[in-house]
């Protein structure tokens, strides 16, 4: 349950817009149970949001390895 706490704490920072302190948060949720999905997918979603593209594609590049490969 602490990445969940670190997901729903990253959650109410990328609802006030607040991208940097949210995907601190995602970061640290996946260093914490790095087979999350979803901190993985809303660390993607929020590289997109800042309009951090690259970050974005990289992140999702990730995400699609670990659900289907």
């Known amino acids: 349950p602490l990445a969940l706490h670190h997901i729903t ?4 920072h ?9 995907l601190v948060q995602y970061h ?6 790095p087979y999350d999905p979803t901190a993985k997918d809303e660390e993607a979603i929020t590289y997109l949001l800042a309009q951090r593209f690259a970050d974005g ?6 995400v699609f390895k670990q659900k289907w490969m």
């Open 9 to 12: 704490v990253g959650r109410a």
């Open 14 to 22: 990328l609802a006030k817009g607040e991208y940097e302190q949210a």
């Open 28 to 33: 640290t949720a996946i260093k914490v149970d």
């Open 57 to 62: 594609l990289e992140a999702l590049e990730k």
